[in-house]
């Protein structure tokens, strides 16, 4: 661990790794949500299975979790090395005459995704590790639909959700094409990457929150 | 034109330095960025004040030594030149300037505008070579057919002059376009390939020695390049890198 946070190119290349099985991980987190738009007993059926499999709970679980520890930390331990890279600060600094905001600000796009995590987690996660190991409800394949709609019905937490899919979009933008760059792809596909991470950047978020309006607008009827 | 100037004062590496206005009349758009500042410090002198320390050497953007950030931007508002490239008329009449040192932890301040660039030379003493024989039985390097588009690139990654504005533009002063242009332009020749796993490794190393910051792929250093040089050869430079680090 040591000697790899000693070399910068392999400190970046583990932020890419990381951010490309993330981005990996995104595209099935939306494509399981997006169920609960189209058929929430699809929705409940596959949620089941994700919390109660054996190989996603306790080996693709901590795997993910791994990567986001080690995709934030590895974040700040780049953002602290880069800011001592330059002690005295300009006084004049045109950083957008040469980069656009996005690519500039990553930590900030991704601090407001960690902060959105923490909210994120404390909704679904730790309710249902709660549910399961702590409280130890039996099995119930039913409940996950109910469950998210419910969340999504006070007007503060879509809003916070569709806020933080929007800051998401913009860390997709900068991070998702920069991952092949540092793991030095720039070849004659580059153009074709950079336009799918545009494309994705934009479905992706935009499909979230989405789901997250949806569930606000059309309350389960009791 | 006249000018209003806002430039930084240090009096040597250890003094804490200042931004100190002045202003300067009577300049043409066909005068030189330099020759301002010449202009400018003939009259300090005559007026008994200590001129304004910048350097400069060739003045026809080939030797690299102009390091001014001009309005927040490296070698000013004008792309693909050096400071000593830039015009005045690209400024107008009653303009203010902003003239700074690069900044970097890396490259520290001398005196004025005048930064200490010898980390560059550092990284290339690391690696930046050849090793050649040249006890008489050298063997011409034309002996040896190359790929034209090889050679072109390898010619483009060359013509990087160390100048640093790739280290000023960057947010994190991230020395990698630099030090990927001078892996590069080896790296793709076959005289290059024989030493060029260590090359990479050591030159990277002394890189990360020095103090620069971690590349965040923001391409200001590609946009900022008096030369041109491309992200192409950071790519290329993290492959090589990463072959070489599996390699063992």
């Given at each position: 661990m040591s000697k790899i946070i000693q070399s910068s190119i392999a400190r970046k290349v583990v932020m890419a790794l990381s951010g490309i099985f993330l981005v990996l991980f995104l595209a099935l987190h939306f494509t399981i949500n997006f169920t609960s738009v189209v058929s929430p007993d699809t929705f409940n059926e596959l949620s089941h299975f994700m919390g109660y499999n054996f190989i996603v709970q306790f080996i693709m679980q901590p795997i993910l979790i791994a990567g986001v520890v080690i995709h934030f930390v590895m974040g700040f331990v780049l953002e602290i090395q880069n800011n001592r890279a330059r002690g005295v600060k300009y006084v004049q600094y045109k950083g957008s005459a040469n980069a656009p905001w996005v690519s500039r600000n990553m930590i900030i796009s991704g601090a407001v995704i960690l902060a959105f995590l923490g909210l994120h987690f404390y909704d679904f996660w730790i309710h249902e590790m709660a549910y399961k190991y702590i409280e130890a409800n039996p099995e119930d394949p039913t409940r996950y639909y109910a469950e998210t709609v419910e969340k999504f019905a006070p007007f503060w937490r879509t809003l916070l959700y569709v806020l933080s899919f929007g800051l998401l979009s913009l860390h997709l933008w900068h991070g998702f094409a920069s991952s092949f760059q540092t793991m030095g792809v720039n070849n004659k596909y580059t153009p074709s990457i950079v336009n799918f991470t545009k494309i994705y950047a934009v479905a992706i978020p935009l499909g979230f929150a989405f789901i997250a309006i949806y569930h606000h607008f059309n309350p389960i009827i009791h | 034109m006249k000018i209003y100037l806002k430039i930084w004062r240090q009096k040597d590496a250890s003094s804490k330095g200042k931004m100190v206005d002045y202003t300067v009349e009577g300049i043409e758009g066909d005068m030189s960025f330099l020759e301002m500042l010449d202009i400018l410090n003939e009259e300090l002198i005559s007026q008994g004040e200590e001129p304004i320390e910048f350097d400069h050497d060739c003045r026809e953007g080939i030797c690299g030594t102009c390091s001014l950030q001009i309005n927040g931007r490296p070698h000013g508002p004008d792309t693909r030149i050096t400071a000593c490239q830039l015009h005045m008329r690209s400024f107008k009449d009653g303009d203010t300037i902003t003239i700074e040192p690069f900044r970097a932890k890396a490259f520290p301040v001398v005196k004025d505008l005048i930064i200490d660039r010898s980390a560059f030379d550092r990284i290339q003493q690391a690696g930046g070579y050849i090793s050649v024989?040249?006890?008489?039985n050298t063997v011409d390097a034309n002996a040896i057919p190359i790929e034209k588009d090889k050679a072109d690139h390898s010619f483009n990654a060359a013509t990087c002059i160390g100048c640093g504005a790739c280290v000023a533009a960057c947010k994190n002063a991230s020395a990698m376009l630099f030090t990927s242009a001078k892996v590069s332009q080896f790296a793709l020749l076959p005289q290059g390939r024989v030493e060029a796993a260590d090359r990479v490794l050591n030159m990277v190393r002394q890189m990360d020695i020095e103090g620069f910051g971690n590349c965040t792929n923001t391409g200001a250093c590609e946009v900022e390049c008096p030369k041109g040089i491309s992200l192409e050869n950071i790519a290329r430079m993290n492959r090589e890198y990463l072959s070489a680090s599996i390699k063992g």
């Amino acid at each position: 661990m040591s000697k790899i946070i000693q070399s910068s190119i392999a400190r970046k290349v583990v932020m890419a790794l990381s951010g490309i099985f993330l981005v990996l991980f995104l595209a099935l987190h939306f494509t399981i949500n997006f169920t609960s738009v189209v058929s929430p007993d699809t929705f409940n059926e596959l949620s089941h299975f994700m919390g109660y499999n054996f190989i996603v709970q306790f080996i693709m679980q901590p795997i993910l979790i791994a990567g986001v520890v080690i995709h934030f930390v590895m974040g700040f331990v780049l953002e602290i090395q880069n800011n001592r890279a330059r002690g005295v600060k300009y006084v004049q600094y045109k950083g957008s005459a040469n980069a656009p905001w996005v690519s500039r600000n990553m930590i900030i796009s991704g601090a407001v995704i960690l902060a959105f995590l923490g909210l994120h987690f404390y909704d679904f996660w730790i309710h249902e590790m709660a549910y399961k190991y702590i409280e130890a409800n039996p099995e119930d394949p039913t409940r996950y639909y109910a469950e998210t709609v419910e969340k999504f019905a006070p007007f503060w937490r879509t809003l916070l959700y569709v806020l933080s899919f929007g800051l998401l979009s913009l860390h997709l933008w900068h991070g998702f094409a920069s991952s092949f760059q540092t793991m030095g792809v720039n070849n004659k596909y580059t153009p074709s990457i950079v336009n799918f991470t545009k494309i994705y950047a934009v479905a992706i978020p935009l499909g979230f929150a989405f789901i997250a309006i949806y569930h606000h607008f059309n309350p389960i009827i009791h | 034109m006249k000018i209003y100037l806002k430039i930084w004062r240090q009096k040597d590496a250890s003094s804490k330095g200042k931004m100190v206005d002045y202003t300067v009349e009577g300049i043409e758009g066909d005068m030189s960025f330099l020759e301002m500042l010449d202009i400018l410090n003939e009259e300090l002198i005559s007026q008994g004040e200590e001129p304004i320390e910048f350097d400069h050497d060739c003045r026809e953007g080939i030797c690299g030594t102009c390091s001014l950030q001009i309005n927040g931007r490296p070698h000013g508002p004008d792309t693909r030149i050096t400071a000593c490239q830039l015009h005045m008329r690209s400024f107008k009449d009653g303009d203010t300037i902003t003239i700074e040192p690069f900044r970097a932890k890396a490259f520290p301040v001398v005196k004025d505008l005048i930064i200490d660039r010898s980390a560059f030379d550092r990284i290339q003493q690391a690696g930046g070579y050849i090793s050649v024989n040249t006890s008489g039985n050298t063997v011409d390097a034309n002996a040896i057919p190359i790929e034209k588009d090889k050679a072109d690139h390898s010619f483009n990654a060359a013509t990087c002059i160390g100048c640093g504005a790739c280290v000023a533009a960057c947010k994190n002063a991230s020395a990698m376009l630099f030090t990927s242009a001078k892996v590069s332009q080896f790296a793709l020749l076959p005289q290059g390939r024989v030493e060029a796993a260590d090359r990479v490794l050591n030159m990277v190393r002394q890189m990360d020695i020095e103090g620069f910051g971690n590349c965040t792929n923001t391409g200001a250093c590609e946009v900022e390049c008096p030369k041109g040089i491309s992200l192409e050869n950071i790519a290329r430079m993290n492959r090589e890198y990463l072959s070489a680090s599996i390699k063992g």
